[in-house]
């Protein structure tokens, strides 16, 4: 399946994570094997090289034929017979490699206390490896096909799975909807929410003059919707019920 999407902003904010400028379901985003980002850069180059391609798909040249490697009937036979004729099957080799691949992935991830290598993403390597045999009409999937799929992988994820705030590589968003340093503050602001409250006489409080008095001690206002989900966290922990404007306390 190929598929594209655009920022629900149709701008994309480099300040958000992909679920946030997408806003999918990690659910379904978790299902693609490759997600590259297609972003504007808005420079002179660019544009000039953009504006050429467009302009050229409309105009014919002399040397259009020469520069086609092959027409569109050789390339759908092409892909035809490969798919009803290759089946590649993993190799000894290959097989150590991939594992050794997951593996890897999953110690770099325990070093910094998150996960960054799922079982899926070792089915998306497979099924990666096996159609680089298959563009070879291979039957066997050899340490090649395994270090250019790997390859691929790596740059789809430096694109699509980069934590704004810390510039690193986070896969939790696309398999979590969130990412590690989201979740780690949401779980900051409920403690932070369960002390305030917990030092508190009284059972029943008001959300807009609890936000109101937790950013006066805050030097970076907290936005409401984050406010909002940490609520939710607690009440999904039985700590607290909400009912319209009206928080009360559980415990």
Request: net charge negative; hydrophobic share 40%; charged share 25%.
């Amino acid at each position: 399946i190929l598929a594209a999407a655009n920022p629900v902003d149709s701008k994309w904010n480099h300040k958000k994570s992909i679920v946030e400028n997408v806003q999918l379901p990690h659910t379904l985003l978790s299902r693609f094997d490759l997600i590259f980002l297609v972003i504007d850069p808005q420079n002179e180059t660019y544009d000039k090289q953009l504006a050429n391609h467009l302009v050229s798909l409309y105009h014919s040249s002399g040397d259009q034929g020469a520069m086609e490697m092959f027409d569109l009937k050789v390339l759908q036979d092409y892909i035809t017979f490969a798919k009803e004729f290759i089946h590649p099957r993993l190799t000894k080799e290959s097989g150590r490699r991939l594992i050794e691949i997951y593996v890897e992935m999953r110690k770099l991830g325990s070093e910094k206390g998150m996960v960054t290598a799922y079982p899926r993403q070792l089915e998306s390597l497979i099924r990666l490896s096996e159609a680089m045999a298959k563009m070879r009409y291979s039957q066997h999937v050899e340490l090649f096909d395994v270090q250019e799929a790997y390859s691929l992988y790596r740059s789809a994820l430096k694109q699509a799975a980069i934590d704004p705030s810390t510039g690193e590589i986070d896969v939790a968003q696309l398999y979590e909807g969130q990412t590690a340093s989201e979740k780690r503050r949401r779980n900051e602001l409920c403690e932070a929410i369960k002390h305030l409250l917990q030092s508190k006489t009284g059972l029943s409080f008001k959300r807009g003059e609890l936000l109101e008095e937790m950013n006066a001690s805050r030097d970076i206002p907290l936005r409401r919707e984050m406010f909002q989900t940490a609520l939710q966290s607690l009440s999904d922990e039985d700590f607290l019920t909400l009912t319209g404007d009206t928080i009360r306390l559980l415990h």
